[in-house]
C-alpha cells in the first residue's frame, strides 16, 4: 500500500511541482544534521546574544560556530518533546497530533486508551502509532520526482523499513541500542565499564555514520545527481561516549576539575555516566564530524550550491552548564515535557541565498523542513497535502514574516505518562498556553517574551488569550483526530501517589501564579 500511494503521488509531483522554465538550473543538495537529546543551549553558539545561558561554556565546537559564522540561527526553534514523534514530524510534515505518532511507547494492542498502563492514575493516557502513517509522503518520496536521491545514515527510531519511506541508502530500523557502543559490545556477563575503555575509536558511532555519509555525498557528486542525505546522530543522547584524548583534555579543564572537588568526585575514579568531561568531549567530537562534512563539501566543489542545516531532536537541560559557577538553567523542564526545557531546540541553517551571520526570530518548528525542502528542490510546497509545516525557504532567503506567520500555532501533544504527566502546549507569537489533562481547571498562559523560563503564569491577567488559544488547540485536535485522555473513574489517590515519579509530576505540574525555581534555576 505505501509502495503504491509513493508511486501515485509522485506521478502528481511530476506534474504539479513545475518551476516556471528560466533555462536550466542546478538544484540544490540538501544535508539535514540531526543531533539527539542537545539543550538548545547545548553548543558554544549563544541561541540568544542577549542571555549568557543560551551557550554552554567550556565546550569547544569549531565547527558548529563555522555554521553559525556562515549561515543563520534560529532564537525559538521548536521540535517534539520526545525523539521518536519528533523524527516523524521531519520526515512527514505532520505535527504530532496529526500523526498520531506521540511516544515510541505505549502500544499496548488498545485502539485508543492505554487503560492498563497507568490503573489508578487521574487520568487514562492514549495509545500512541507506532509507525509513519501509510499515506503519509515523506521527505524522499517528496524529492524523488524532483530528481533527487535520498540517504538516511544513523538512528532511525520510527519503526519500519526506511527503504520503504524513499530512502536508498540507510541503516535500516535502528534505535538507540546501536550507539551505546560500550554496552553493544559486551560480551555475555561482562558489565558496562566504568571508565572509556583506552581503545575506544568510534564512539556513538560517530566516525563510521560520518564516513558513510561522505560516501553517499561522493557518490551523488560523481553520478551528477543532486541528494537529500540526513545524518542522524546518536550523540548527544545518553550513554556518553567520547575518544578517551578528548575526554581526558576536559577532564583536566580547571571549571572541571573544581566541580570534581565540589561534588567530592575523583577525576581518575568518576562514574562514566556522571563524568562532565566525557559530556564535553562527546560534544567536540561530534563537532569534528560535523567539520568532516562541511570539509568534504567544500572539497567536492558543492559547497555554493549545498543548504546544511543542523537542529536538534528535542530538548533537554543539561547538567553540565553548572560546571561554570553562577550560571541557571534558561528554561523549565525538559525532554518529555512540553515545558520550554523539552521543546526548545537550537537550529542554525547555511546555503546559497542565506546571509551569513544572520539571525531569525520568528517561530519556526521541525515540521516546517518537509515543505521547506521542497521548496529549495524548485517544486511547490502547497501542493503537500495535509500536512502543518509551511515553508521557511523565502524567511531565509531575506523575506521578512508577516503577522499572520509570526503568530501561527504550533501545537506540541504529549497525552501519555512517564515522569511527566497527560499534557499539551501551543506556542503563538510570544504566547505560549500549556493544559494538564489531569487539572482542566488550572489555566495556564505565559508570556515568553520576558519570562523564557515559564515562571508566571498569566492566565489570570489574560483571560481572553488565554480562551482564544485554548478553543484553537482543541479546535485543531478535534479537526486532526487527536487522541486526547480522558478522566479515570477508578481514580485512586493514593495508589497515584504512590508511583513512580510523583513528586516530579507534582513539582512540574500545572500552577497558579508563580512557581518556586529548581535548584539549577536559582
Not at 516523524?88 to 505532520?94: A, E, R, S
Not at 543548504?307 to 530538548?315: E, I, P
Not at 547538567?319 to 521543546?343: A, C, F, M, R, S
Not at 495556564?444 to 491577567?461: C, P, R
Request: glycine share 8%; aromatic share 10%; net charge negative.
Amino acid at each position: 500500500m505505501k509502495t503504491y500511494l509513493a508511486i501515485a503521488f509522485a506521478s502528481v509531483l511530476c506534474c504539479s511541482f513545475v518551476v516556471a522554465d528560466d533555462g536550466p538550473r542546478k538544484k540544490p543538495n540538501i544535508v539535514l544534521l540531526f543531533i539527539d537529546d542537545w539543550a538548545w543551549n547545548g553548543s558554544p553558539v549563544a541561541m540568544d546574544d542577549s542571555l549568557d545561558n543560551s551557550r554552554m561554556p567550556i565546550l569547544q565546537m569549531p565547527n558548529v560556530e563555522r555554521l553559525a559564522r556562515e549561515g543563520m540561527k534560529f532564537r525559538n526553534a521548536y521540535a517534539s518533546p520526545q525523539c521518536s514523534p519528533s523524527r516523524v514530524c521531519v520526515q512527514t510534515g505532520k505535527s504530532s497530533p496529526r500523526s498520531g505518532f506521540t511516544v515510541y511507547m505505549n502500544d499496548r494492542g488498545q485502539d485508543y486508551f492505554d487503560a492498563k498502563g497507568f490503573p489508578g492514575f487521574p487520568v487514562i493516557p492514549c495509545v500512541s502509532d507506532m509507525t509513519i502513517d501509510e499515506d503519509a509522503v515523506t521527505i524522499p518520496e517528496a524529492l524523488k520526482p524532483l530528481g533527487y536521491v535520498s540517504a538516511h545514515i544513523g538512528k532511525w527510531h520510527m519503526r519500519g523499513d526506511p527503504g520503504e519511506e524513499g530512502y536508498v541508502l540507510h541503516d535500516g530500523d535502528t534505535n538507540n541500542n546501536p550507539g551505546n557502543t560500550l554496552k553493544a559490545n559486551l560480551k555475555e556477563g561482562e558489565e558496562k565499564p566504568r571508565r572509556l575503555p583506552e581503545g575506544l575509536n568510534d564512539p556513538k558511532l560517530m566516525f563510521s555514520v560520518t564516513e558513510k555519509a561522505i560516501g553517499f555525498m561522493e557518490e551523488q557528486v560523481k553520478a551528477g545527481k543532486p541528494f537529500y542525505l540526513q545524518i542522524s546522530h546518536y550523540a548527544m543522547h545518553a550513554g556518553q561516549e567520547c575518544l578517551p584524548a578528548t575526554r581526558e583534555k576536559y577532564a583536566n579543564h580547571p571549571l572541571v576539575q573544581a566541580w570534581y572537588k565540589r561534588n567530592n568526585k575523583q577525576k581518575d575514579t568518576v562514574r562514566l555516566g556522571d563524568d562532565p568531561a566525557v559530556w564535553f568531549g562527546m560534544g567536540e567530537d561530534l563537532d569534528g564530524r560535523i567539520g568532516a562534512v562541511l570539509d568534504r563539501i567544500k572539497e567536492l566543489g558543492i559547497e555554493d550550491n549545498t543548504y546544511v542545516v543542523m537542529v536538534a531532536d528535542n530538548g533537554y537541560r543539561h547538567q553540565e552548564l553548572q560546571v561554570k559557577p553562577g550560571l541557571t538553567q534558561p528554561h523549565h523542564g525538559t525532554k518529555w515535557w512540553v515545558w520550554q526545557g523539552g521543546i526548545r531546540v537550537p537550529m542554525i541553517v547555511k546555503g546559497p541565498g542565506i546571509a551569513a551571520g544572520s539571525s531569525f526570530t520568528g517561530n519556526v518548528v521541525n515540521y516546517d523542513f518537509l515543505p521547506t525542502f521542497v521548496d529549495w528542490a524548485g517544486g511547490n510546497p502547497q501542493q503537500l497535502k495535509d500536512i502543518d509545516g509551511v515553508s521557511l525557504a523565502g524567511y531565509m532567503a531575506g523575506e521578512k514574516p508577516d503577522d499572520m506567520f509570526l503568530n501561527r500555532n504550533l501545537y506540541f501533544h504529549y497525552p501519555h505518562y512517564r515522569n511527566t504527566m497527560p499534557h499539551s502546549a501551543v506556542v503563538s507569537g510570544p504566547y505560549k498556553l500549556l493544559h494538564f489533562y489531569e487539572r482542566p481547571d488550572v489555566a495556564m498562559l505565559f508570556d515568553l517574551s520576558t519570562d523564557t523560563g515559564e515562571v508566571h503564569n498569566v492566565a489570570a491577567k489574560h483571560p481572553v488569550q488565554h480562551t482564544h488559544l485554548y478553543n484553537a488547540m482543541m479546535d485543531y485536535f478535534q479537526r486532526v483526530d487527536a487522541r486526547i485522555p480522558k478522566l479515570n473513574p477508578d481514580y485512586d489517590p493514593q495508589v497515584y501517589q504512590q508511583g513512580k515519579e510523583y513528586l516530579k509530576r507534582m513539582t512540574w505540574g500545572p500552577f497558579e501564579g508563580s512557581r518556586p525555581l529548581d535548584e539549577d534555576e536559582k
